[in-house]
């Protein structure tokens, strides 16, 4: 009886709450709250020696079924070309490092997929480095630590989104690592009465990332991380 009581304002509620995310007015502050930071209001600072970190951001399959990246990841590899033709203006040694395996279990890996991208936007195949087995955002910075082990770097640029860049920013802090953070794109609610399917993504999105920061505090302090 109970039960039959509350079905009817579960109803309506799940109802609202789908529409208030599909309409965006609750993706809006969800999205504020993921992307702290929308743009990097300073240029990237390159030393004599720098490496470029670009995180990767899954694939897709095109019309042609071919594996590509997605926008916001065209957005990456724009920004990381675009500052590896700045820093070698100013530097001797300039890398950009590219993390990302297989977590979709596609064809191929995130690393992978972007490589023909960079060297079409004029990155030399000697300065791009593939860490193409980091399945998670803590991967990433645990595998690319392990690479910049075995090589000094003077300046670390970290290259991804804004909704991602306070989880990322957590885990490489998390290895000793200090990367000056450049956003690449950035995600927007687009409010209204109509429901939109971006804004259902997005999201899905921005709890993913408020989720994961919030699990990441919860296993540093347990000692898990």
Not at 111 to 126: F, G
Request: proline share 7%; net charge positive.
């Amino acid at each position: 009886m109970l039960w039959k009581r509350a079905r009817r304002p579960l109803a309506i509620g799940a109802i609202a709450l789908f529409w208030l995310l599909a309409a965006g007015w609750l993706t809006a502050p969800l999205l504020q709250l993921a992307q702290p930071h929308r743009r990097t209001d300073t240029p990237a600072r390159f030393a004599p020696r720098t490496a470029i970190i670009m995180l990767g951001g899954g694939t897709i399959y095109d019309n042609d079924d071919v594996l590509v990246p997605p926008r916001d990841v065209l957005a990456r590899i724009a920004v990381s070309a675009e500052n590896y033709a700045a820093c070698k203006r100013t530097a001797a040694t300039c890398q950009v490092i590219v993390s990302g395996g297989n977590p979709q279990r596609h064809s191929a890996t995130e690393a992978d997929t972007y490589l023909p991208y960079l060297l079409h936007q004029r990155v030399p195949r000697a300065d791009i480095v593939l860490e193409n087995s980091s399945r998670t955002t803590y991967e990433n910075a645990r595998n690319v630590s392990a690479i910049l082990d075995r090589s000094r770097y003077d300046s670390l640029i970290l290259v991804t989104s804004a909704y991602q860049m306070p989880r990322a920013l957590l885990d490489f802090h998390r290895f000793g690592l200090t990367p000056q953070p450049l956003i690449s794109s950035a995600l927007h609610a687009d409010p209204g009465v109509l429901p939109r399917y971006d804004n259902l993504v997005n999201a899905e999105i921005a709890l993913h990332e408020l989720i994961g920061i919030a699990q990441f505090h919860v296993y540093r302090a347990i000692g898990w991380f």
